[in-house]
């Protein structure tokens, strides 16, 4: 396993992950300020001032809801609602591309200084994969760049896959990823269909 991150200056937050036999590109949930400052913006957070101050309200509602069930249980709700959203959020997200087989589209989510506790995976098989293109889609009013993977299904109908979906990267690191990809998957075709930006 060999680990580089191709944009170290701009963009430290993309990680490409060499194995035998595939290539992850993992894309963390944190990136530089836009402000040249260096700073770390982080898009997943372990302890909030609502973190703290939770159980010291819960120490002083306690005594007086200890007899109504109904106040006890809608305070237990409210303590699990907010450890279930901490343990939801989104840690990185990864292609993983097998040359021979296909891709694979993953996000992992759970609480930051802890490992994953949930992973989504899409597998989409070789056979399948028409192509992996960078497109632009409207996002409140924002213009953002995404990247999908465009493949078939059983029944002949063409469909999309993005990629790293809730993070949301931008575009330098998405050409990196893109570039990766075709090389991988689409290099070794003779037809020519899939060109190089």
């Not at 992973?119 to 989409?124: E, G, K, L, T, Y």
Request: aromatic share 12%; net charge positive.
């Amino acid at each position: 396993m060999q680990q580089t991150r191709p944009l170290p200056d701009c963009h430290p937050e993309l990680s490409v992950i060499e194995w035998p036999s595939f290539r992850e590109y993992r894309i963390e949930n944190w990136r530089l300020a836009r402000d040249g400052s260096g700073n770390v913006v982080r898009g997943a957070t372990s302890w909030g001032w609502i973190d703290l101050c939770l159980p010291v309200v819960i120490s002083f509602i306690w005594p007086r809801f200890h007899g109504n069930t109904v106040l006890c249980a809608f305070t237990v709700l409210v303590v699990g609602f907010t450890i279930y959203c901490r343990c939801r959020q989104v840690l990185h997200e990864s292609v993983l591309v097998f040359p021979a087989y296909g891709i694979q589209l993953e996000t992992h989510r759970g609480y930051p200084l802890l490992k994953p506790l949930f992973v989504s995976r899409r597998f989409i098989h070789a056979s399948l994969l028409k192509d992996f293109v960078i497109n632009e889609g409207l996002r409140r009013w924002d213009v953002r760049y995404y990247i999908a993977a465009v493949h078939g299904s059983s029944t002949d109908k063409i469909a999309l896959d993005v990629a790293f979906e809730n993070i949301l990267p931008h575009f330098p690191i998405l050409l990196e990823v893109y570039r990766g990809v075709q090389e991988l998957m689409f290099h070794n075709h003779t037809d020519n269909s899939h060109t190089r930006i």
